[in-house]
Antibody
Framework: EVRLVESGGGLVQPGGSLRLSCAAS????????MHWVRQTPGKGLVWVSY????????NYADSVKGRFTISRDNAKNTLYLQMNSLRAEDTAVYYC??????????WGQGTVVTVSS | EIVMTQSPATLSVSPGDRAALSCRAS??????LAWYLQKSGQAPRLLIY???TRATGIPGRFSGSGSGTEFTLTISSLQSEDFAVYYC?????????FGQGTKVEIK
């Protein structure tokens, strides 16, 4: 079964850090670009970041550039999102997503990040 | 950034009826348009990619059309499991952007 499982979400104070992980199984992880997408009731679905299949390239939404870092370990079939200098507006459900260049075909169940004092 | 606008925000439909959802892009995205369905408490699920190609396992009652800036998702005969929120997404240029969603509810 093709599966993505996120972990690492939680409650963090403004200015704090969190690292999200996404464990992939059931497919050749190293063959796919991967993304993080977040969702809030107010702003809906928002793309956050991508990383190429071999990790050679990344990109970020302007809202997180300089604060978030995406990475991957293809030997461990795991995607990461290091989030620093967190703000209240980063509060969201974060999804790990697979990209076969045909839309986002596999989504994890999501992990909740809450930034609040 | 390409802005994706979906209409209507809410669509009230009876089971068995046909539903047509609209998605408009602020500039051309060619056919790099996907549709997703999201049920409450679940992650989005890919329905359509390339504006008109059904994803694996998606039933034939779902169809997509359009290109450039105007797109439509049609559900030919609504089933109980189809009442949910639908999102369009362009993947033609960065940043990839989503519409705000259309909620399809039972009339």
């Amino acid at each position: 079964e093709v599966r993505l499982v996120e972990s690492g979400g939680g409650l963090v104070q403004p200015g704090g850090s969190l690292r999200l992980s996404c464990a992939a199984s059931g497919f050749t992880f190293s063959s796919y670009w991967m993304h993080w997408v977040r969702q809030t009731p107010g702003k809906g679905l928002v793309w956050v970041s991508y990383i190429k299949s071999d990790g050679s390239g990344t990109n970020y939404a302007d809202s997180v550039k300089g604060r978030f870092t995406i990475s991957r370990d293809n030997a461990k079939n795991t995607l990461y999102l290091q989030m620093n200098s967190l703000r209240a507006e980063d509060t969201a459900v974060y999804y790990c997503v697979r990209d076969p260049y045909l839309g986002f075909d596999i989504w994890g169940q999501g992990t909740v990040v809450t930034v609040s004092s | 950034e390409i802005v994706m606008t979906q209409s209507p925000a809410t669509l009230s439909v009876s089971p068995g009826d046909r539903a047509a959802l609209s998605c408009r892009a602020s500039q051309s995205v060619s056919s790099y348009l996907a549709w997703y369905l999201q049920k409450s408490g679940q992650a989005p699920r890919l329905l359509i990619y390339g504006a008109s190609t059904r994803a694996t396992g998606i039933p034939g009652r779902f169809s997509g059309s359009g290109s450039g800036t105007e797109f439509t998702l049609t559900i030919s005969s609504l089933q109980s499991e189809d009442f949910a929120v639908y999102y369009c997404q362009q993947y033609n240029s960065w940043p990839y952007t989503f519409g705000q969603g259309t909620k399809v509810e039972i009339k």
